[in-house]
Protein backbone atom coordinates (compact mmCIF):
# COMPACT_ATOMS: atom_id res chain seq x y z
CA UNK A 1 0.00 0.00 0.00
CA UNK A 2 1.43 3.74 -0.48
CA UNK A 3 2.36 5.53 1.98
CA UNK A 4 2.07 8.86 3.70
CA UNK A 5 2.98 11.07 0.68
CA UNK A 6 4.08 14.72 2.02
CA UNK A 7 5.31 17.67 -0.06
CA UNK A 8 7.51 19.40 -0.56
CA UNK A 9 10.21 17.71 1.17
CA UNK A 10 12.80 21.05 1.25
CA UNK A 11 11.75 24.53 1.41
CA UNK A 12 13.82 27.28 2.50
CA UNK A 13 12.41 30.94 2.95
CA UNK A 14 13.26 33.67 4.63
CA UNK A 15 11.40 35.18 8.00
CA UNK A 16 8.21 36.69 7.99
CA UNK A 17 7.39 34.87 4.39
CA UNK A 18 4.70 32.24 4.54
CA UNK A 19 5.04 28.14 3.57
CA UNK A 20 2.46 25.55 3.31
CA UNK A 21 2.89 21.63 3.30
CA UNK A 22 0.85 19.43 1.86
CA UNK A 23 -0.05 15.99 3.20
CA UNK A 24 -1.79 12.61 1.64
CA UNK A 25 -2.35 9.99 4.43
CA UNK A 26 -2.87 6.34 3.33
CA UNK A 27 -6.28 5.68 2.09
CA UNK A 28 -8.79 5.08 4.36
CA UNK A 29 -7.01 6.41 7.82
CA UNK A 30 -9.51 8.85 9.57
CA UNK A 31 -6.48 10.13 11.45
CA UNK A 32 -3.94 12.84 10.41
CA UNK A 33 -1.32 14.31 12.85
CA UNK A 34 1.27 16.96 12.23
CA UNK A 35 4.27 16.82 14.08
CA UNK A 36 7.21 19.03 14.70
CA UNK A 37 10.45 17.94 15.18
CA UNK A 38 13.50 20.48 15.83
CA UNK A 39 16.84 19.43 15.52
CA UNK A 40 18.09 17.03 18.40
CA UNK A 41 14.37 16.81 19.73
CA UNK A 42 11.61 14.12 19.37
CA UNK A 43 8.54 14.87 17.66
CA UNK A 44 6.50 17.11 19.14
CA UNK A 45 2.46 16.78 17.95
CA UNK A 46 1.07 20.66 16.44
CA UNK A 47 -2.52 19.15 15.62
CA UNK A 48 -4.92 15.92 15.12
CA UNK A 49 -7.97 15.21 13.08
CA UNK A 50 -10.19 12.44 13.31
CA UNK A 51 -11.79 12.98 9.64
CA UNK A 52 -12.22 16.71 8.66
CA UNK A 53 -12.62 17.22 12.64
CA UNK A 54 -9.80 18.91 14.92
CA UNK A 55 -9.36 16.54 18.06
CA UNK A 56 -6.21 18.58 19.18
CA UNK A 57 -4.66 21.99 18.63
CA UNK A 58 -3.80 22.77 22.03
CA UNK A 59 0.41 23.03 21.18
CA UNK A 60 -0.50 24.94 17.61
CA UNK A 61 0.69 28.37 17.64
CA UNK A 62 -2.48 29.85 16.31
CA UNK A 63 -1.01 33.25 15.90
CA UNK A 64 1.45 32.02 13.12
CA UNK A 65 0.02 28.12 12.32
CA UNK A 66 -3.19 26.72 10.92
CA UNK A 67 -4.01 23.41 9.57
CA UNK A 68 -7.00 22.32 7.84
CA UNK A 69 -8.12 18.93 6.52
CA UNK A 70 -11.39 20.02 4.03
CA UNK A 71 -12.33 16.85 2.84
CA UNK A 72 -11.30 14.68 5.45
CA UNK A 73 -8.84 12.96 3.02
CA UNK A 74 -5.77 15.40 2.60
CA UNK A 75 -4.37 18.29 4.42
CA UNK A 76 -1.90 21.42 4.93
CA UNK A 77 -0.16 22.86 7.41
CA UNK A 78 0.28 26.82 6.88
CA UNK A 79 3.09 29.00 8.85
CA UNK A 80 2.52 32.93 7.92
CA UNK A 81 5.09 34.75 8.94
CA UNK A 82 7.46 32.50 9.78
CA UNK A 83 10.07 32.94 12.62
CA UNK A 84 13.75 31.14 12.77
CA UNK A 85 12.70 29.04 15.34
CA UNK A 86 10.51 27.26 12.79
CA UNK A 87 13.33 25.64 11.49
CA UNK A 88 12.13 21.84 11.67
CA UNK A 89 11.25 18.72 9.98
CA UNK A 90 7.36 18.79 9.76
CA UNK A 91 5.94 15.11 10.16
CA UNK A 92 2.69 14.21 8.89
CA UNK A 93 1.35 10.60 10.20
CA UNK A 94 -1.91 9.02 9.91
CA UNK A 95 -3.80 6.21 11.52
CA UNK A 96 -6.80 4.11 11.33
CA UNK A 97 -8.19 4.91 14.06
CA UNK A 98 -9.11 7.68 16.55
CA UNK A 99 -9.80 7.03 20.18
CA UNK A 100 -9.28 3.84 21.32
CA UNK A 101 -6.45 2.79 18.69
CA UNK A 102 -3.93 0.87 19.12
CA UNK A 103 -1.25 3.72 18.79
CA UNK A 104 0.83 3.24 15.87
CA UNK A 105 1.77 5.76 13.37
CA UNK A 106 2.48 5.53 10.38
CA UNK A 107 4.55 8.31 9.15
CA UNK A 108 5.90 10.19 6.08
CA UNK A 109 9.41 11.37 5.36
CA UNK A 110 8.56 15.10 6.26
CA UNK A 111 9.02 18.48 5.07
CA UNK A 112 12.35 19.59 5.87
CA UNK A 113 12.03 24.07 6.39
CA UNK A 114 15.18 26.07 7.23
CA UNK A 115 13.68 29.91 8.18
CA UNK A 116 16.88 32.51 7.25
CA UNK B 1 1.15 16.74 31.97
CA UNK B 2 2.86 13.68 30.43
CA UNK B 3 6.37 13.73 29.80
CA UNK B 4 8.99 11.25 28.01
CA UNK B 5 12.72 11.36 28.89
CA UNK B 6 15.12 9.32 27.32
CA UNK B 7 18.39 10.58 29.46
CA UNK B 8 21.07 8.81 26.37
CA UNK B 9 21.19 11.61 23.35
CA UNK B 10 24.00 8.94 22.36
CA UNK B 11 24.43 5.04 23.11
CA UNK B 12 27.86 3.42 21.38
CA UNK B 13 28.47 0.10 21.65
CA UNK B 14 30.46 -3.08 20.04
CA UNK B 15 28.65 -5.36 17.63
CA UNK B 16 27.67 -8.46 19.77
CA UNK B 17 27.31 -6.39 23.36
CA UNK B 18 24.05 -5.86 25.30
CA UNK B 19 22.33 -2.94 24.50
CA UNK B 20 19.74 -0.53 26.71
CA UNK B 21 18.04 2.09 25.65
CA UNK B 22 16.60 4.21 28.92
CA UNK B 23 13.16 5.46 28.93
CA UNK B 24 11.13 7.32 31.88
CA UNK B 25 8.00 8.37 31.78
CA UNK B 26 5.33 10.72 33.95
CA UNK B 27 1.71 10.29 33.71
CA UNK B 28 -1.09 9.89 36.26
CA UNK B 29 -3.14 7.88 34.51
CA UNK B 30 -2.96 4.35 33.15
CA UNK B 31 -0.03 4.34 30.10
CA UNK B 32 0.50 3.01 26.78
CA UNK B 33 4.14 2.57 25.71
CA UNK B 34 5.97 2.37 22.39
CA UNK B 35 9.42 2.09 20.53
CA UNK B 36 9.39 3.86 16.92
CA UNK B 37 13.27 3.46 15.37
CA UNK B 38 14.29 5.26 12.18
CA UNK B 39 17.30 3.81 10.09
CA UNK B 40 18.87 6.42 8.23
CA UNK B 41 17.18 7.13 5.05
CA UNK B 42 13.59 5.68 6.54
CA UNK B 43 10.66 7.12 7.73
CA UNK B 44 9.85 6.77 11.55
CA UNK B 45 8.19 3.37 12.34
CA UNK B 46 7.29 1.98 14.90
CA UNK B 47 9.54 -1.21 16.80
CA UNK B 48 7.14 -2.54 19.67
CA UNK B 49 4.45 -1.55 21.66
CA UNK B 50 4.15 -2.95 25.63
CA UNK B 51 0.65 -4.11 25.03
CA UNK B 52 1.87 -7.06 22.59
CA UNK B 53 4.70 -7.84 24.86
CA UNK B 54 6.83 -9.02 21.77
CA UNK B 55 10.19 -9.39 20.30
CA UNK B 56 11.04 -7.69 18.01
CA UNK B 57 14.46 -7.98 15.67
CA UNK B 58 15.24 -9.63 18.83
CA UNK B 59 14.38 -5.99 21.11
CA UNK B 60 12.31 -6.65 24.29
CA UNK B 61 10.88 -3.80 26.37
CA UNK B 62 9.03 -4.47 29.86
CA UNK B 63 6.47 -1.67 31.47
CA UNK B 64 8.10 -1.09 34.86
CA UNK B 65 4.82 0.92 36.11
CA UNK B 66 6.21 1.32 39.68
CA UNK B 67 9.70 3.26 38.59
CA UNK B 68 7.73 4.50 35.63
CA UNK B 69 10.23 2.78 32.93
CA UNK B 70 10.26 1.54 29.70
CA UNK B 71 13.60 0.52 28.93
CA UNK B 72 14.43 -1.15 25.07
CA UNK B 73 17.04 -4.41 25.47
CA UNK B 74 18.63 -6.56 23.54
CA UNK B 75 21.46 -9.34 24.09
CA UNK B 76 23.24 -9.02 21.13
CA UNK B 77 23.53 -5.93 19.05
CA UNK B 78 23.97 -5.74 15.26
CA UNK B 79 25.54 -3.14 13.10
CA UNK B 80 21.83 -2.94 11.61
CA UNK B 81 20.49 -2.16 15.04
CA UNK B 82 22.39 1.55 14.77
CA UNK B 83 19.46 4.22 14.11
CA UNK B 84 17.54 6.32 16.62
CA UNK B 85 14.83 5.49 18.76
CA UNK B 86 12.32 7.23 20.67
CA UNK B 87 10.02 6.34 23.12
CA UNK B 88 6.25 7.17 23.21
CA UNK B 89 3.96 7.72 25.80
CA UNK B 90 -0.38 6.95 24.31
CA UNK B 91 -2.27 8.63 26.70
CA UNK B 92 -5.81 8.07 27.78
CA UNK B 93 -7.43 10.95 26.26
CA UNK B 94 -9.49 11.52 23.03
CA UNK B 95 -7.75 10.31 19.61
CA UNK B 96 -4.08 8.46 19.58
CA UNK B 97 -2.36 11.32 20.71
CA UNK B 98 1.25 10.33 21.17
CA UNK B 99 3.93 11.85 23.35
CA UNK B 100 7.72 11.42 22.00
CA UNK B 101 10.64 11.38 24.16
CA UNK B 102 14.08 13.45 22.91
CA UNK B 103 15.14 10.27 20.76
CA UNK B 104 18.54 8.05 21.54
CA UNK B 105 20.64 7.53 18.91
CA UNK B 106 22.09 4.16 18.55
CA UNK B 107 25.44 3.22 17.00
CA UNK B 108 26.56 -0.14 17.17
CA UNK B 109 30.75 -0.43 15.86
CA UNK B 110 31.87 -3.78 14.29
Known amino acids: EAGVAQSPRYKIIEKRQSVAFWCNPISGHATLYWYQQILGQGPKLLIQ????????DSQLPKDRFSAERLKGVDSTLKIQPAKLEDSAVYLCASSPTGTGGVGELFFGEGSRLTVL | AQRVTQPEKLLSVFKGAPVELKCNYSYSGSPELFWYVQYSRQRLQLLLR??SRESIKGFTADLNKGETSFHLKKPFAQEEDSAMYYC????????????FGGGTRLMVKP
Open chain 1, 49 to 56: FQNNGVVD
Open chain 2, 50 to 51: HI
Open chain 2, 88 to 99: ALKTNNAGNMLT
